[in-house]
């Protein structure tokens, strides 16, 4: 299994900005994909996620009301639609795959992780 995240920049505060994730050598039915970002020494945590089958998402509180999880199941590609940006969501983003069905809000819940992808929101 390899994942593959892209789409970060630099944008001012208020911008968008519009991650990508594409799973290949998906295997099973169940399965879920989750967001998470990193500062450095910090932990990286919980964004934003969404499980398969049934497409069932969930939102960090932090997020909410300006993030968007999407996904394309056939295509194996979840998008992170990133809106009002703020200089606190500037971080590396991280896709990662559970290979089970349901959303973990804890990093550990996930088997494999893509490269990461930067974001900077300046102010």
């Known amino acids: 299994v390899q994942l593959q995240a892209c789409g970060g920049g630099a944008v001012q505060a208020g911008g968008t900005l519009r991650l990508s994730c594409t799973a290949s050598?998906?295997?099973?039915?169940?399965?879920?994909i989750g967001w998470f970002r990193q500062v450095p020494g910090k932990e990286r945590v919980f964004v934003a996620g969404?499980?398969?089958?049934?497409?069932?998402?969930s939102l960090a509180d932090s997020v909410k009301g300006r993030f968007t999880i999407s996904g394309e199941n056939a295509k194996n590609t979840v998008y992170l639609q990133m809106n009002s940006l703020k200089p606190d969501d500037t971080a590396v983003y991280y896709c990662?795959?559970?290979?089970?069905?349901?959303?973990?809000?804890?990093?550990?819940?996930?088997?494999?992780w893509g490269q990461g992808t930067e974001v900077t929101v300046s102010s």
């Open positions: 990662g795959l559970r290979t089970r069905w349901g959303i973990r809000v804890d990093k550990d819940g996930y088997d494999y």
């Open positions: 050598g998906i295997t099973f039915d169940d399965y879920a």
């Open positions: 969404i499980a398969w089958p049934g497409g069932a998402t």
